[in-house]
C-alpha cells in the first residue's frame, strides 16, 4: 500500500512559477508509475504527467507541455512536478497518484491518491 501527500500548491500570477511535490510511503514506490492529474471545476479529472518507475520515461499532456517537468526521487520517496509560465487555465486541484504498473498513462491504474492541493493562477 501507498499513501501519498501533496504540498506546494498555492495562489500565482499568470507566467509565474510552483513547484509541487508529493511525499509517498510504502514499499512498492520505487517499483511502480507515479503521475499527477488535476481537476478543474465541473471538469474531469485528467493526467498531466506521468514517469515511469526508474524515472526514464516521462509523458505530458498537450496543453502542459513545455512549461511542466515531473521528476522523482525513488531514496527519498518523492515524486514532483515544476510548473512553469502558468496560465489561468491551469487553475485545479492537482493529486500525485501511484500506479499499479512500472508506467501508465490510464487512470484506471493509479490505485493510490493524495488529498489533492489546490493551485490558483490568477490573470
Known amino acids: 500500500q501507498v499513501q501519498l501527500v501533496e504540498s506546494g500548491g498555492g495562489l500565482v500570477q499568470a507566467g509565474g512559477s510552483l513547484r509541487l511535490s508529493c511525499a509517498a510511503s510504502g514499499r512498492t514506490f520505487g517499483t511502480v508509475a507515479m503521475g499527477w492529474f488535476r481537476q478543474a471545476p465541473g471538469k474531469e479529472r485528467e493526467l498531466v504527467a506521468a514517469i515511469s518507475w526508474s524515472g526514464g520515461h516521462t509523458d505530458y499532456s498537450d496543453s502542459v507541455k513545455v512549461r511542466f517537468t515531473i521528476s522523482r526521487d525513488n531514496v527519498k520517496n518523492t515524486v514532483s512536478l515544476q510548473m512553469n509560465s502558468l496560465k489561468p487555465e491551469d487553475t485545479a486541484v492537482y493529486y500525485c497518484?501511484?500506479?499499479?504498473?512500472?508506467?501508465?498513462?490510464?487512470?484506471?491504474?493509479?490505485?493510490?491518491w493524495g488529498q489533492g492541493t489546490q493551485v490558483t493562477v490568477s490573470s
Open positions: 497518484a501511484a500506479g499499479s504498473r512500472t508506467y501508465s498513462l490510464m487512470r484506471y491504474e493509479y490505485d493510490y
